[in-house]
């Protein structure tokens, strides 16, 4: 049975313009356009960013997404999320999703880190209790040391992500999405992000990465989609797929 | 199995309406704390400045008008804190799903989230203003059990308008992003219609009802008058139902027609 099937699914967005959002050029228009005998007109238009994207992610799967910028990379990761509905088709998944597309979300600068880690482990669905349980791993694995006891906005960047990171990677769901592989802090602690990276994905029933590295994509990947203006361009082997994307970047590039 | 039992009510009780309590909680300390970061005091330093306000208004308008300070001190403080909890919640809840689009955009919510989120945030501030409504309750004037009793109701009644409100609020504003303003404006004329500087029993008797088609008239005649022993109108009581009853239908088409695709105008 497939985790995530998507089927003809579709998404447009509204294009939003500067008058697009307001409500009171809404109500002129309408207005305005019954006292002229016309229809008012609404400024917005909207642009596909997905056009009839079918396929499945099954167990065991380990499917990378490339394409240029704008290809619709992002927009279909959120979509097998569940962040946004399609707008036509459908998506349909199964088993529990974690969506590392922004793994510092929801921190808060005037908390401190151990403050940090328990609230997010209650926006992951713990408990207190169950967060107190796991926040010493936590920090043993942020090497925050009594920092932890400090408010976010006395670390360095280092040891912001190094915290983010350790939160984000503490549980190992059924079916992992990633904008880009994660990595935080020196040399030394990236070796163990690394690895702790790598026992997430292969614990994982599924693995879906987004990357512009094809390094990562050809290193955790053993199916690769290249997207192209909103659809599927190729579907199969990272091998082929990365010959197929160099040869799109070849022809953009003149 | 009794420790089944446990775990199943748990888990019932935190994803209860799809939402998960615990975050909420989480989330609406944090963003009160971070609203006093850096004060001793806290949200104390809020209801310290609010008292100030509060006594140094009653001063001049008891003079003016030639009352008597305790009555409209009593009167006009509690009801202020009232209208403050009922208004301030809706005049904010315009943008608290825009301010949560990050989270909207990276994982799969409902918006709830933001609302129940929002609302338990203001009833914490509610809660500390409390000190002013009992220090009221013990000097300044004569309150009664079926009074108190009434006002918790009330209250209660005022928080299942809330929710729905602070949705339809918070998601039309996700669309229409000038409504912030447009609602700002409009609470901003709904103090001066509502009997929070002014008693009810002033209006000529013909007109006392239409006062209630304002519904924060109403909550605050079955909240703040209920806990003074003022007189509730069943006017009020009816009109806050209605507006209950209408805002709940308004949440359930709303949630039909916009919740689907709401991330897409985030």
Redesign the interface.
């Given at each position: 049975m497939a985790l995530i099937q998507l089927d003809k699914a579709c998404l447009d967005y509204p294009v939003t313009g500067q008058f697009s959002h307001s409500i009171r050029t809404h109500v002129a228009q309408v207005i305005g356009g019954r006292l002229l005998g016309r229809k008012g007109r609404w400024p917005v238009s909207w642009v596909r960013a997905l056009d009839e994207i079918s396929f499945e992610v099954n167990a065991g799967d380990r499917l990378g997404i490339i394409g240029h910028n704008g290809a619709g990379k992002t927009s279909l990761l959120r979509l097998m999320s569940g962040a946004y509905s399609p707008t036509a088709g459908s998506v349909a998944s199964t088993g529990n999703i974690q969506a590392l597309t922004d793994f510092t979300l929801g921190m808060d600068a005037n908390a401190t880190g151990l403050q940090n880690i328990y609230f997010r482990l209650a926006f992951m669905g713990l408990t207190r209790k169950e967060a107190e349980s796991f926040a010493p791993e936590i920090v043993e694995f942020s090497e925050l040391g009594d920092f932890i006891h400090y408010p976010l906005h006395t670390y360095s960047t280092g040891m912001y992500l190094r915290l983010a990171f350790a939160i984000s990677t503490q549980f190992e769901p059924d079916i992992l999405i990633m904008d880009e592989v994660l990595g935080a802090g020196d040399a030394r602690f990236r070796v163990k992000a690394e690895a702790r990276m790598n026992k997430l994905i292969s614990k994982a029933n599924a693995l879906v990465l987004s990357s512009h590295a094809i390094a990562n994509i050809a290193m955790y990947c053993n199916r690769v989609i290249v997207m192209k203006s909103g659809r599927v361009a190729f579907d199969g082997d990272p091998g082929d797929a990365t010959k197929f994307y160099q040869e799109l970047v070849a022809a953009a590039s003149g | 199995m009794l420790a089944l039992f446990h775990h199943l009510t748990?888990k019932g009780l935190?994803?209860l309406g799809g939402v998960?309590w615990?975050?909420v909680?989480?989330?609406a300390s944090?963003r009160l704390?971070?609203r006093y970061?850096g004060s001793v005091l806290g949200e104390f330093w809020l209801v310290a400045t609010t008292a100030v306000f509060l006594m140094a208004v009653a001063l001049v308008w008891s003079m003016l008008w030639r009352i008597s300070l305790d009555d409209y001190f009593a009167y006009f403080a509690t009801g202020f804190i009232f209208y403050t909890f009922i208004a301030g919640t809706m005049n904010e809840a315009a943008g608290t799903i825009i301010a949560d689009s990050?989270?909207?955009?990276?994982?799969?919510q409902s918006p709830m989230f933001s609302v129940f989120a929002h609302i338990y945030r203001s009833m914490l501030s509610f809660a500390h203003q409390l000190v002013i409504v009992l220090f009221v309750a013990l000097f300044f004037a004569s309150t009664s059990v079926a009074g108190i009793v009434t006002t918790f109701f009330g209250t209660l009644l005022c928080i299942l308008f809330l929710v729905p409100s602070c949705y339809f609020l918070g998601m039309?504003s996700v669309?229409?992003?000038?409504?912030l303003h447009?609602i700002h404006s409009i609470f901003q004329i709904l103090f001066l219609v509502t009997p929070v500087m002014w008693r009810i029993d002033r209006v000529p008797e013909a007109y006392q009802a239409w006062v209630f088609i304002n519904p924060v008239a109403s909550f605050l005649n079955i909240t703040r008058d209920a806990f003074l022993n003022l007189p509730v109108y069943p006017e009020a009581v009816i009109s806050a139902l209605l507006w209950t009853l209408f805002a709940w239908l308004v949440h359930w088409f709303v949630a039909r027609r916009l919740e689907?695709?709401f991330?897409?105008?985030l």
């Open positions: - | 748990r935190e994803q998960n615990l975050a909680h989480a989330y944090q704390r971070a970061a990050r989270l909207y955009l990276n994982s799969k039309l669309r229409y992003r000038d409504l447009v689907k695709h991330t897409l105008w």
